[in-house]
């Protein structure tokens, strides 16, 4: 299961890093986002994908589950999601302005 997951995240960091060298906002923001979902995918695998119960003493089972893990990658979905919806606030905020999303359009070169 480690190893379909391993590389399921590396599709996920070829595509943002596909979406991350474009030259349109939208898709650079999408690059990011797709780019920290990969990151929490690989630090869940890293963190160990086996069953356990929870770390409870007072129950008779041996083996337990490591919450720590779960716990930052929680933590790191809800501020990636913050930065996300910030980028795509700046971004809209910048198209009104400007005209476009174009970065090339914005740094003046008439180059496609």
């Not at 590389?7 to 474009?22: E, I």
């Not at 779960?70 to 990636?80: D, E, F, M, P, S």
């Amino acid at each position: 299961m480690e190893t379909l997951i391993t590389l399921l995240v590396g599709v996920l960091v070829s595509t943002a890093t596909y979406l991350l060298l474009s030259k349109n906002l939208i898709r650079i923001v999408l690059g990011t986002a797709i780019l920290s979902h990969a990151v929490h995918l690989l630090l869940m695998t890293m963190g160990g994908l086996k069953g356990g119960s929870v770390p409870i003493l007072d129950d008779g089972t041996e083996t337990y589950t490591d919450a720590l893990p779960q716990a930052l990658i929680l933590t790191a979905i809800v501020i990636g999601f913050a930065v996300t919806a910030f980028f795509l606030v700046l971004v809209y905020r910048t198209y009104q302005s400007v005209g476009t999303d174009n970065l090339n359009e914005m740094r003046g070169s008439k180059d496609e």
